[in-house]
């Protein structure tokens, strides 16, 4: 079964700087990739998804990611955040019939 | 917009007791899902149904059972509730299991187990 390896267990920023958390899976092969957000007190939402084609992927919000597949990476980025940002960030990958998740980022953006 | 709504937001109930959670989903989707979500340890799965009166078990199976008799509603049951119990519930949805498509979660039962 995947594992997944998020390397920050709580980052803070300040409004404008740049995000970047990691993700990490642990074996190849065909891989479907997700990160999904959880704002405080709402349901999970899909972020962004990878299936095929160009490694860097676009989502909602001004976020990306990108997958490396020598790396066994799936990194989330977003140039410059906003207090709105605040949240929880989990990384998902597709494991046969289910979906493996990272232990979860958290994120505080100070104003 | 795919709407999965879970009966209660939070939820205080003794050990021992028999718990039950409901999820219904609106869009017709085959595959239901519960997970629990701890802090430090992410979403793991207990049980999910890829069809009605289907299930299969989890990552983390023991003191769980589920029940799926409609398409649009899967029941996570706590047969005999304890402490260790106490988490964020979360039901998930999605169309097919096939192509990696995303899950749509509800918003989450928080049990407390006293």
């Known amino acids: 079964a995947q594992s997944v390896s998020q390397h920050n267990h709580h980052v803070i920023l300040s409004e404008a700087a740049s995000l970047e958390l990691g993700c990490n899976y642990s074996?190849?092969?065909?891989?479907?990739l997700f990160w999904y957000v959880q704002y405080p007190g709402q349901h999970l939402q899909l972020l962004l998804k990878?299936?095929?084609?160009?490694?860097l992927v676009k989502g909602i919000k001004g976020f990306e990611a990108e997958f490396i597949k020598s790396k066994f990476s799936f990194n989330l980025r977003k140039p410059s955040v906003q207090w709105s940002d605040t949240a929880e960030y989990f990384c998902?990958?597709?494991?046969?019939?289910?979906?493996?998740f990272g232990a979860g980022t958290t994120v505080t953006v100070r104003a | 917009d795919v709407k999965v709504t879970q009966s209660s937001r939070y939820l205080v109930k003794r050990t021992g007791e028999k718990v039950f959670l409901e999820c219904v989903q609106d869009?017709?989707?085959?595959?239901m899902f519960w997970y629990r979500q701890d802090p430090g340890l992410g979403l793991r799965l207990i049980y999910f149904?890829?069809?009605?009166?289907?299930?299969e078990k989890g990552d983390i199976p023991e003191g769980y059972s589920v029940s799926r008799e409609k398409k649009e509603r899967f029941s996570l049951i706590l047969e005999s509730a304890s402490t260790n119990q106490t988490s964020m519930y979360l039901c998930?949805?999605?169309?097919?299991?096939?192509?990696?498509?995303?899950?749509?979660f509800g918003d989450g039962t928080r049990l407390s187990i006293l």
């Open positions: 998930a949805s999605r169309p097919t299991l096939g192509g990696g498509q995303p899950q749509h």
């Open positions: 074996y190849g092969g065909t891989v479907n």
């Open positions: 990878y299936f095929s084609g160009d490694p």
């Open positions: 998902a990958v597709n494991d046969d019939y289910k979906l493996s």
């Open positions: 869009m017709d989707h085959e595959n």
């Open positions: 149904s890829y069809d009605v009166k289907m299930k």
